[in-house]
């Protein structure tokens, strides 16, 4: 389960940590996000870089691209559904697409039990039933994510609502085994593992994202793309 302390530190309207805003649309390199907040902790648990398993971990992208980038989010914040539909989207066609970069999504669920249940039956479809089919399903929980701020603390990503949510992207019979892996509680330690990243790298809300295991705290898609160049160097150098 989501960590006591954790919780003191990001109150439900923390995942309001980051507001992505369009500058234009005639290049993509003056495309910004910016960022209201920013991850200042005690300076002493601050995280700058940290070596990472990606073992059994969905993403995006070419597995040979020489660099990893993480976006923790949970399925309940509405800037995680603002940045699945509007950002991401952008870092396939920059940075994934060319073969830059690949693209993970870690679970850092905070906000209610909804978080929690729905990352816990997303790892279950990501185990039995594969990569692709998990990214449908990860961006059909992000489509149906409530509008109103205020379902945000309710109970709405019900066991029944993942299933019906699953059967949308999915057969009868492939949902059948997510239930089973879900119900027999097989995909907890694969949540627990993102649960325990985000705290070792010093999460603080969502989204948050990481190249090669340093925290990126630009402003735009072209510091991204930077960090991301940069990165891809560092690891022919070594």
Request: hydrophobic share 35%.
């Amino acid at each position: 389960m989501a960590k006591n302390n954790k919780k003191t530190k990001k109150q439900p309207q923390s995942s309001s940590k980051f507001v992505f805003w369009m500058i234009g649309i005639i290049a993509v390199f003056v495309l910004g996000f910016i960022f209201l907040g920013n991850h200042t902790k005690p300076e002493e648990k601050q995280k700058t870089e940290e070596t990472i398993d990606y073992s059994n971990q969905p993403f995006l992208g070419d597995e040979s691209a020489p660099v990893s980038i993480i976006e923790f989010g949970d399925y309940k914040c509405p800037n995680c559904k603002h940045f699945a539909e509007n950002i991401v989207p952008i870092i396939q066609q920059e940075l994934v697409d060319t073969g830059k970069a690949k693209f993970y999504f870690m679970n850092d669920s905070f906000i209610n039990i909804d978080s929690i249940r729905s990352a816990k039956f997303a790892e279950s479809v990501y185990q039995e039933l594969g990569n692709e089919t998990f990214w449908k399903f990860h961006d059909r929980l992000f489509d149906k994510q409530p509008e109103d701020s205020a379902e945000e603390k309710k109970d709405v990503f019900t066991e029944s609502f993942l299933i019906d949510t699953l059967k949308e992207v999915a057969s009868d019979k492939d949902a059948a085994k997510v239930v089973q892996n879900f119900q027999a509680k097989k995909s907890d330690d694969a949540w627990q593992k993102d649960m325990d990243y985000a705290e070792k790298l010093g999460v603080t809300g969502t989204p948050t994202m990481f190249v090669n295991g340093k925290m990126f705290t630009g402003t735009k898609i072209d510091h991204l793309i930077k960090m991301v160049e940069e990165a891809a160097k560092e690891k022919k150098n070594e």
